[in-house]
Structure formats: structure tokens, C-alpha cells
T-cell receptor, first 113, second 113 residues
Framework: DGGITQSPKYLFRKEGQNVTLSCEQN?????MYWYRQDPGQGLRLIYY???????QKGDIAEGYSVSREKKESFPLTVTSAQKNPTAFYLC????????????FGQGTRLTVV | GESVGLHLPTLSVQEGDNSIINCAYS??????FIWYKQESGKGPQFIID?????DKRQGQRVTVLLNKTVKHLSLQIAATQPGDSAVYFC????????????FGKGTLLTVNP
């Protein structure tokens, strides 16, 4: 099936640890995105990538890092510098940046324990 | 309505009625708009999109209206069904080569049987 896959679905992190969220797509899309969603809130952009080996900070990049070594993959690392990491994280991809619809994965719910 | 703090705007309708969900966008340069539906614990799903050279676009049971003069977008759902219950988000792309989609805070639609 074509689509975008996020893993794991649930993730628990101890304070002070870094964790990496996986995002893979087989849609041959150039652009990929990471969003954060807090309860009752909209989606806020963390990072986005228009092409392999290139990525840009979004509105809330502090405490996060990404890489784009392959077209299919855009992992997000939540570092210990992120003060309030508990949230629902959504990865998306699109074929032509923001000019066509973005397809979303099913999300990863990260909880700091 | 406008969102306040952590409380989403809500719309409650009876099954079979028509629903209208509104969105005010922020950037007069935005040239592409999307409506997404998000069910609890899942990623957003694409519903319908519209480009700024159009005022109206229809899909299956859904219609999007764009009023660029007042920077307003609406989603009309005909014959609303219980399965339509979800949070609905509008998203805008601010034009040019900008790859970012900016999301609104969302509206919770509840359909009563």
C-alpha cells in the first residue's frame, strides 16, 4: 500500500533522554513535514524538508532535530533541550510543497515519564 | 467562532442537517487552501482543497467557499452523518515558493443521531 508510516504509535521517554520518531513514505514525495499537536490545539510546524539533504526550521524548531538522507525518510529527534515534549507528533509528505495536499501519517504520541 | 485557550470551537448538528464550518485565514498572499478532517487519535485526512483563483469548489457532499475580500473560508457538509463527527482544520499556503502549510486551530463537529 502507498502511504506514510510513523513509528512507534506510542513512545515513553524519561526526562533528559533523546528519542527519535520514525517517518517513512513510499509516495515518491519530495516534501516532508513534522508537526506537533497539543490537546485541543491545531498543528504547529516543527521542521520541513523540500528535498533530500535539505531542511528548514518551522515555527517551533527549538529542542528538535531532523535529517533527510533519503527521499523516503524524515526522522525527528526530540532532544533533552525540548522543555515540554509530551505531545502528539504528526509527519506528512506532499508532492509539490505547500501547493498540493499533504498526506499525514497516523501520528506518534510521546509521553515524558 | 474563534478559539480561546485550549477550548476548540464546537458545532453540534442533528443527523441529516447541513453543517457549515468557518475559518478565518491570516495571510492575504495565501493562494492555496485545504480542509482536513481529524478523528480522535488519528492523523488528519484530506477532504477538499481550493486555489485562490476560485471562489467555490464542490466535492462529494462537501463544498468549500473562499472569500478573499474578508479572508474567510468555509466548509459545507450536506446531510451530515454521525461518521462526520471529528475535528476539522483549515490550512493555508502563503504563496510564492513557500512550502509551509499553516493550520488553523480547528472546529469540533458533533453529529447527534
Amino acid at each position: 500500500d502507498g502511504g506514510i508510516t510513523q513509528s512507534p504509535k506510542y513512545l515513553f521517554r524519561k526526562e533528559g533522554q533523546n528519542v527519535t520518531l520514525s517517518c517513512e513514505q513510499n509516495l515518491n514525495h519530495d516534501a516532508m513535514y513534522w508537526y506537533r499537536q497539543d490537546p485541543g490545539q491545531g498543528l504547529r510546524l516543527i521542521y520541513y524538508s523540500q528535498i533530500v539533504n535539505d531542511f528548514q526550521k518551522g515555527d517551533i524548531a527549538e529542542g528538535y532535530s531532523v535529517s533527510r538522507e533519503k527521499k523516503e525518510s524524515f526522522p525527528l529527534t526530540v532532544t533533552s533541550a525540548q522543555k515540554n515534549p509530551t505531545a502528539f507528533y504528526l509527519c506528512a509528505s506532499s508532492s509539490y510543497g505547500g501547493k498540493t495536499e499533504a498526506f499525514f501519517g497516523q501520528g506518534t504520541r510521546l509521553t515524558v515519564v | 467562532g474563534e478559539s480561546v485557550g485550549l477550548h476548540l470551537p464546537t458545532l453540534s448538528v442533528q443527523e441529516g442537517d447541513n453543517s457549515i464550518i468557518n475559518c478565518a485565514y491570516s495571510n492575504s498572499a495565501s493562494d492555496y487552501f485545504i480542509w482536513y478532517k481529524q478523528e480522535s487519535g488519528k492523523g488528519p485526512q484530506f477532504i477538499i482543497d481550493i486555489r485562490s483563483n476560485m471562489d467555490k469548489r464542490q466535492g462529494q457532499r462537501v463544498t468549500v467557499l473562499l472569500n478573499k475580500t474578508v479572508k474567510h473560508l468555509s466548509l459545507q457538509i450536506a446531510a451530515t452523518q454521525p461518521g462526520d463527527s471529528a475535528v476539522y482544520f483549515c490550512a493555508e499556503n502563503s504563496g510564492g515558493s513557500n512550502y509551509k502549510l499553516t493550520f488553523g486551530k480547528g472546529t469540533l463537529l458533533t453529529v447527534n443521531p
